[in-house]
């Protein structure tokens, strides 16, 4: 009776680019991007982590920018709304100042 014991498979998955380096405050530093041996395991976790990445982010991104899109047409309208409103209060405003000169007009012509 052999008693089996599951090993990890050594799987060889490069990675790119296969050097890096980045600035902080004006250093260079170098980052070790050589491909490593990982297990399978490790890959296909780190597969399923980059496509939810890239199709959670993607979707949420195109989602979170065609909602902003619509709180910015909502406001757009509401701006637009506010404008007319105040052009309204303004005519309106206009004609009550008239109505009041010619009222005080007409009470300076009766006190005479």
Do not use: C, W
Not at 62 to 69: A, F, G, I, S, T
Not at 104 to 111: K, Q, W
């Amino acid at each position: 009776d052999e008693e089996f014991v599951a090993s990890p498979i050594l799987v060889d998955t490069p990675t790119f680019p296969l050097s890096a380096t980045s600035s902080v405050s004006g250093e260079d530093i170098v980052q070790d991007t050589t491909p490593k041996k990982v297990t399978e395991e490790q890959d296909s976790e780190a597969e399923e982590d980059n496509n939810s990445l890239y199709s959670d982010n993607g979707f949420s991104y195109v989602r979170d920018m065609l909602h902003l899109k619509g709180e910015l047409k909502s406001k757009n309208y509401q701006l637009k709304g506010l404008i007319q409103e105040t052009a309204r209060l303004e005519r309106a405003l206009s004609k009550r100042d008239k109505s009041l000169f010619d009222l005080n007009a007409d009470l300076h012509r009766t006190n005479e």
